[in-house]
């Protein structure tokens, strides 16, 4: 059929068996016009749902040249109360973009406060920053829904000349002040840092504190964001300090940086590893750096406890090999101590295979001293098993210190020790 009768088959046959047809044959790139178009516009209101996916897809697939007609077409759907119809021009009108911007843009004025809304947010889907200006006059709409939808789009645009506008909506709205402190967070730079940190001092409710510090993570672009909200913490209640500490250093950690909990705040640190969501307990515990200190090891424990294997490796391996000896031996002392006291034998010290030979030698040295310090006072041959594995792994430091051990002990465990050597050196 010639194009004129497969517009005609589309537009008026009574079977949507043969319109469905005509339109799919409409779709070839070499029929597609202005025409057609239009004619596909149409159809998104057929009463046969596969006639209407086929319009959708051909005009969500429309040529570059002709996307200002399929703008024109569809836009007028916007007006419509079937709301199915306007989600299907509303995705289409998104898709087309930018050449649907002057077209959208009379409707921000409609009389009708859902076709504002409406045009709103496809703009902001679209999001054109040349648009700010047509819509920073409805962040004072007499409508809700129209003013919410404003903040949102020009979050979405990060449209930094809204900044002083939102402020102001943010200031006498109490409630959409969550949705301001999202777009000002999008908008980003210092201005919008500034304010957002000035009003995280302000606020007293802690969901707004909260919205403001995800906010102020969201386009953080320097580690410098995380320096603030860490300098924040003393004056903070213990709940927000958990949330600014895992902030801080998620940020830290998305930027690659560097970041290290002051000392006058490790205390938060210890807090926040014993709390049961998982997040601000792994933020807590990468806030204490990879070398650990003498306090640090009651926590260390607390954690090793909850029994998570990647975080007990990260543990024993910035203990063993990045710690001093003193911490090395007071945290052997207190997880001996824990496992006793509960009955549960963590199987930590497996990971101690995986690295030894990076453990510098005073360190291995005092490894072994407290194992056998542990084993002087219970006399646990799960101690001996692992000397097993350490004595394969470094036979001349392990027979030195089980030799000199077996004179200074009781005569039990002396024939313990000279029986493993025996076994072991055959």
């Known amino acids: 059929m010639t194009f004129e009768e497969l517009i005609d088959v589309f537009q008026n046959a009574p079977s949507p068996e ?15 016009n202005d025409i057609a178009i239009k004619a596909f516009a149409n159809g998104l209101m057929d009463s046969d749902i596969g006639i209407r996916d086929v319009c ?41 973009g930018a050449v649907a911007v002057p077209i959208l843009l009379p409707y921000l004025k409609s009389t009708d406060f859902d076709v504002r809304k409406f045009a709103c947010d496809i703009l902001g889907l679209i ?60 908008i980003g730079g210092d201005n919008s840092e500034s304010y957002l940190l000035e009003q995280l001092d302000n606020e007293t409710d802690m969901f707004l504190q909260t919205t403001i510090i995800d906010a102020l993570s969201f386009n953080a672009k ?85 029994e998570n294997p990647d975080l007990n490796y990260q543990i ?25 006291t509960t009955g549960i034998n963590t199987d930590l010290l497996d990971n101690l295979t995986n690295f030894w030979d990076s453990i510098p030698f005073d360190n291995r040295d005092a490894i072994i001293s407290a194992l056998l310090y542990h084993f ?14 350490l004595y394969s792994l470094d036979s001349d430091l392990v ?3 089980l030799l000199e051990y077996s004179l200074e002990t009781s005569k039990e465990n002396k024939l313990l020790i000279d029986e493993f050597l025996k076994q072991h050196e055959a």
């Open 18 to 32: 043969d319109r469905r047809l005509a339109a799919d044959e409409l779709k070839s790139d070499s029929l597609i």
């Open 316 to 340: 024993l391996y910035n203990i063993t090999i990045n710690s001093d000896v003193e911490v090395i031996a007071h945290f052997f002392e207190q997880l001996f101590a824990w496992e006793e």
């Open 56 to 96: 959708q897809r051909a005009l969500l697939d429309t040529p570059e040249h002709l996307k200002s007609v399929t703008a024109s077409a569809v836009a007028p759907y916007i007006n419509m109360r079937d709301i199915e119809l306007r989600n299907l021009a509303g995705e289409v009108l998104t898709r087309v």
């Open 376 to 389: 002087e006072l219970s006399g646990s041959m799960r101690i001996l098993s692992i000397f097993a594995i």
């Open 399 to 401: 027979s030195t210190k």
């Open 127 to 186: 999001a054109d920053a040349s648009i700010a200006p047509y819509v920073i006059p409805l962040l004072s709409d007499t409508d809700r829904n129209v003013q919410l939808s404003a903040v949102e789009t020009l979050g979405n645009l990060q449209a930094s000349t809204a900044l002083d506008a939102l402020i102001m909506v943010y200031e006498n709205f109490d409630e959409i002040k969550p949705a301001v402190i999202e777009s000002i967070g999008k």
């Open 222 to 306: 320097s580690i410098d964001i995380s320096y603030k909200l860490l300098a924040k913490m003393p004056n903070s209640d213990a709940e927000m300090q958990k949330i600014m500490l895992m902030t801080a250093f998620a940020i830290s950690f998305r930027l690659e940086e560097n970041l290290l909990m002051p000392d006058e705040l490790r205390y938060v640190s210890y807090r926040g590893m014993a709390e049961r969501d998982e997040n601000i307990m792994i933020a807590s515990l990468i806030s204490l750096g990879d070398v650990y200190r003498r306090d640090d090891v009651p926590s260390l424990v607390t954690v090793v406890a909850k």
